[in-house]
């Protein structure tokens, strides 16, 4: 708990989901937070007022703000920050490269003047992978060359860049690559998650709709255990320069999925089947995270039925404000 006491911590994009669940972890240790967001997809009402946390409405690849962000000379930046999603990506791939691509070389520049400690970026390992990986994914894998999404390009490109800084001497990174987060702080919406989305179709005793057969594997990752897989990446040693795969730790299917959250919401309306869609060609996801047990000590305790029913009531406690803020 004293890791981080005292230290000075900027986390880009940490009104979002799994920004604002680690706000309160670094909080809770007793970190200096700076939090630098545009609210594009994050909310001020998901941090609560602290006088160790200060807040910039602003973006990455803007000069202005990121002045105002890295005036304190963090010693070590989280970026969350990006354009979420497939989907999004296919919609605005303009808006894609601009964020996901120019937002993090500006930040890891302005990281670079600051004399940052370490810079952990937040990559996918959905998408470097690519959908042809074989499996069990590992770190050691050379990333795909043939994306279905700009998205997965420029999770990619971050990495890239990530790399670059690293051996130069410029900045020490570490990249590490998430997998199918869940939990409280993500609002639903056409360009969300399953997980979200599915709660909000239920708790309005609606159909839940399957994208394929339902036998799509995915591991989840609740966001408690991701934060804490964070939380040891920005103090730990000698992982300087690498990969490290953050995932729930255990493969569950699509039709699990739907059962757990119709029960857990006494959803009575089932599912329907639609068809895959074209981008989304990653059928199973089986992911060894034996790396980040051995060298950051990272275990996911949080199975996906708990996880599951703690988020059920997030979204009852917050019920009024997701209905205002859903965007579909």
Do not use: M
């Given at each position: 708990m004293s890791d981080y006491t005292g230290k000075r911590v900027l986390v880009t994009g940490g009104a979002g989901a799994i920004g604002s669940n680690l706000v309160r972890a670094l909080l809770a240790r007793g970190a200096l937070v700076m939090v630098l967001d545009n609210l594009s997809a994050g909310h001020l009402w998901a941090l609560e007022h602290h006088e160790r946390l200060a807040m910039i409405t602003g973006n990455v690849t803007n000069d202005g703000d990121l002045e105002a962000a890295f005036r304190e000379r963090p010693e070590i930046v989280v970026h969350l920050a990006a354009l979420y999603g497939n989907l999004n990506s296919l919609l605005r791939p303009e808006t894609d490269l601009h964020t996901n691509g120019l937002g993090v070389l500006r930040t890891l520049q302005y990281a670079a003047r600051a004399g940052v400690q370490r810079f952990l970026f937040a990559s996918s390992g959905c998408s470097v992978y690519g959908p042809d990986a074989p499996q069990p994914l590992h770190e050691d894998q050379p990333p795909a060359m043939h994306y279905d999404s700009p998205y997965q390009i420029?999770?990619?490109?971050?990495?890239?860049?990530?790399?670059?800084?690293?051996?130069?001497?410029?900045?020490?990174?570490?990249?590490?690559?998430?997998?199918?987060?869940?939990?409280?702080?993500?609002?639903?919406?056409k360009l969300r998650g399953v997980v979200p989305n599915f709660l909000w179709r239920a708790l309005r005793k609606e159909p839940l709709t399957i994208t394929g057969t339902g036998s799509e594997?995915?591991?989840?990752?609740?966001?408690?255990?991701?934060?804490?897989?964070?939380?040891?990446?920005?103090?730990?040693?000698?992982?300087?320069?690498?990969?490290?795969?953050?995932?729930?730790?255990?493969?569950?299917?699509?039709?699990?999925?739907?059962?757990?959250?119709?029960?857990?919401?006494?959803?009575?309306?089932?599912?329907?089947?639609?068809?895959?869609?074209?981008?989304?060609?990653?059928?199973?996801?089986?992911?060894?995270?034996?790396?980040?047990?051995?060298?950051?000590?990272?275990?996911?305790?949080?199975?996906?039925?708990?996880?599951?029913?703690?988020?059920?009531?997030?979204?009852?406690?917050?019920?009024?404000?997701?209905?205002?803020?859903?965007?579909?």
């Open positions: 420029t999770k990619l490109l971050g990495e890239l860049y990530c790399n670059h800084f690293h051996h130069r001497g410029l900045v020490p990174t570490v990249r590490l690559r998430f997998f199918s987060s869940f939990g409280p702080g993500e609002v639903p919406g594997t995915r591991s989840f990752t609740f966001v408690s255990d991701l934060v804490e897989g964070i939380l040891a990446a920005g103090v730990a040693e000698g992982i300087d320069g690498e990969a490290v795969n953050l995932a729930g730790g255990q493969e569950r299917t699509i039709n699990e999925l739907a059962r757990i959250v119709n029960e857990a919401t006494d959803n009575p309306a089932g599912v329907v089947y639609a068809d895959r869609r074209p981008w989304d060609r990653i059928t199973t996801q089986a992911v060894s995270i034996q790396k980040a047990r051995d060298r950051l000590g990272y275990a996911p305790t949080t199975t996906l039925e708990d996880g599951i029913e703690k988020t059920v009531a997030w979204f009852r406690t917050h019920w009024d404000r997701i209905q205002e803020e859903a965007r579909w």
